[in-house]
């Protein structure tokens, strides 16, 4: 398994830390950078590579959302994975409308998805468990964020 190169969004540093040593605990994984703003995220992506975004949905300056929207518009190849508490089906169906490969709730038991998304971040989308129900639903209602 090749080394990925990983990079973690979130206005939280202590769920930034946190997700940082599970990742280096699995292994397999470079931890490239760490953003709580987006726009400094977003324009580290325009001139460096990497291979899994983790971000979180509620952040300061855009929603997560709207951050998979332009990073993927900037480089439709990376691999998005939503980290966060947010559970709404709304929520969900609209990141993996925007192309998130994945939707991991921070009060679950995550440990053996993040292994399988080191291993092969792009082989299907990885969806905590009990959220599985929403993967082929996309809904068009707002959400609140």
Do not use: H
Request: charged share 25%; with cysteine.
């Amino acid at each position: 398994m090749s080394t990925k190169k990983v990079i973690i969004v979130d206005s939280n540093v202590y769920f930034r830390d946190a997700l940082k040593r599970t990742l280096e605990d699995i292994g397999g994984v470079e931890i490239i950078a760490q953003f709580s703003k987006t726009d400094d995220f977003l324009n580290f992506i325009t001139n460096n590579n990497s291979d899994i975004i983790f971000t979180e949905i509620r952040l300061e300056e855009k929603s997560g959302i709207d951050l998979i929207k332009r990073a993927l518009e900037i480089k439709p190849e990376l691999t998005m994975i939503v980290y966060t508490s947010l559970e709404q089906q709304c929520i969900i169906s609209r990141t993996l409308a925007y192309g998130a490969r994945g939707y991991l709730s921070k009060s679950k038991n995550n440990l053996n998805i993040l292994k399988m998304i080191i291993e092969n971040p792009n082989e299907r989308i990885y969806l905590s468990e009990g959220l599985l129900n929403v993967e082929n639903r996309i809904m068009n209602s707002e959400c609140v964020i």
